[in-house]
């Protein structure tokens, strides 16, 4: 992080940075230095080696898998029977029956070839040594399990669809006895807003009933809604209450549409059309009617969108091949890209975090593409994991190195805060001063740290600086012993002249003789002079002398007062000089512009103002001499 470069000036006796900001202006992003997360927070768990299309593999309403999906990591083809015999009975003992009977057709078809081959296996066996085809008989222990767990995954098979049968049936009469307690709200004599809020509690429960038998489905929704809506006309005698969950209904149901909408979009239509299950769900269930100028153009703008979903997933359903080969495309461009960012060159940590940034944006672009076929699915997903293994490791590499250099700059920069703080003691103040300007130099070189260490460090160091500067403000603001005696004489002549009542010319001139005779008072001159100059001008004026007179006598008092300083009683004459040469040069200009007015009669508005003007002037011009004469009496 750079150093201040405005706040850092030279210093001497007479000039130097007496403060330095609160903060220093940064020229690179503040770095937060990295955790010590591993490899991992950029990988899948492995249980899921293509997160995306194990997401995809899932079961979709109303549509069927193959019945020999397997998740990518299990190559089931290269176990033995005994290991596939293992694995089926984890999977069965392990519940979620449902979950599993993808694996579980492909693990049976596996271990019924492999049954068959070994029944085979021991039969040729049997006939080579001697025995007859007919007598050959067999049970293989491995048969014996097989059937065993079969027929208990068709047991918890069977449990699960009579236990779904069971929860369906009793949503149903769930969602009757919903309907019923619907109905029973309306025409009730009592306050519309303690019917509006048992509604919505009604609402809620709706939604959370869960699924009903398919059959049923469509049927009891209908009636929901018709008496739904049975209930809002019955609201028309309090509209606030109608309008509010119309206004509420309408906001959410557009929400879902620019959703939709947008998942359109997607390239990834299998997911897509997931979350248009649970946007088509959320659309029946938890949302209300809304005011009937709306209800079509809404549901027309959803099954529009809607529409787009299904067509695109029956293209890809048509395309399945075709678009897996371009997504598996897709995918290895990207990891191309990300191979090419690992070996990019990195030395800030602004690079870094762009670095990182483009990976993410490429990470999350391979999540979008979609799913490759099986075949190709292990081979993508292990180039991918090895790339972000590969960022990974750059990435904690370089803030591992980052972080030792910021150490080494935290050093130097307290190391420097040390020696400022040692100067504090210091009373040869002409060759110190330069020291603490060379150290603020070399704070600017040192280069950049995390906000967190530049923010404690910095603070030190603008302390020590700044006390410094104020020991020697101190130092130059102190009189010396002559001055200070001067100071104190002064004071009592100006309490002595501020007691007075009635003087005259005589004892006003004196009070100027006494005062410069008294001698300078250093850094203090200032205040005092400015203090004698107002008592002296306000005692002229309660003498009752003329404002002119005032006006000239106070500027020869204040010639005076400069006493033997050359270079500013010279500074002053030269710029009576030449306020004297312009206003004679503006006077000569307003003569002339008058010669454009020789026949033109005083009364008219411009004449009047160009000699108003010339009075002015003249007035300003004769002052001006008084003040250049003044000089030559001194």
Known sequence: ?????????EANEDKVDKKLPENEVQSETDVTEPDQSTEDEWQESPDTPQQEEAAESESI???????????EDENYDVLSLDQLLNILEKKINAGKVMQHRKNFDTLSKLIEGKLDQLLKSKK????NSGGAPEDFYIKLPEKVTFDQLVRKYKSEKARYYQDLEESQQNNLALRKSLIEELKGLIGVDRPISDTYKQFKDLQARWRESGHVPQAEANNIWKTYHHHVGIFYDFLHLNREF???????????????IEEVEAMAKMDNIQKAFRNLQELHKRWKDELGPVAKEHEE????????????????????????????????????????????????????HNEMQKLIRNMEALRTSFFDCGSVSRSKSAEIWTAFKEVMRGFSRKRN???????KEYAEKMKKRMELVKQVEELHQTEDFASSTPKVIALQKQWKQIGPLSRKQNDTAWNLFRKACNHYFDLLDNRKNKLSEAEQLAYDEKNKLLQSIQSKESVDRVIIDKWIEDWIAIGPVGRKKGKINNEFYTVVEHTLKQSGEDKDFITEYMYKVKLKLMGDRTELVQKERSQIKQRLDKAKQQYIQLETNMEFFTKSSSENPLVAKVMKDLEKQKKIIDDLEKKLKAFKRL
């Not at 992080?1 to 000036?9: F, G, P, T, Y």
């Not at 109608?242 to 879902?256: A, H, S, V």
């Not at 590499?397 to 972080?403: E, G, T």
């Open 397 to 403: 590499s370089f803030y591992k190195s980052l972080k």
């Open 1 to 9: 992080m750079l150093d201040n470069d405005a706040n850092l000036l």
């Open 242 to 256: 109608r309008e509010l969950d119309y206004k509420y209904n309408y906001e959410e149901k557009i929400k879902i």
């Open 297 to 348: 153009p809404l549901w027309e703008r959803f099954s529009q969108a809607t529409k787009v979903i299904h067509e695109k997933r029956q293209f890809f359903q048509k395309n399945q091949t075709e678009i897996f080969k371009a997504n598996f495309d897709k995918k290895a461009d990207l990891i191309e890209q990300m191979r090419e960012l690992n070996e990019s060159e990195i030395k800030t």
């Open 124 to 127: 040729e066996d049997f006939i």
């Open 61 to 71: 309403a109303e549509e069927k898998e193959p019945a020999g999906s397997v998740k």
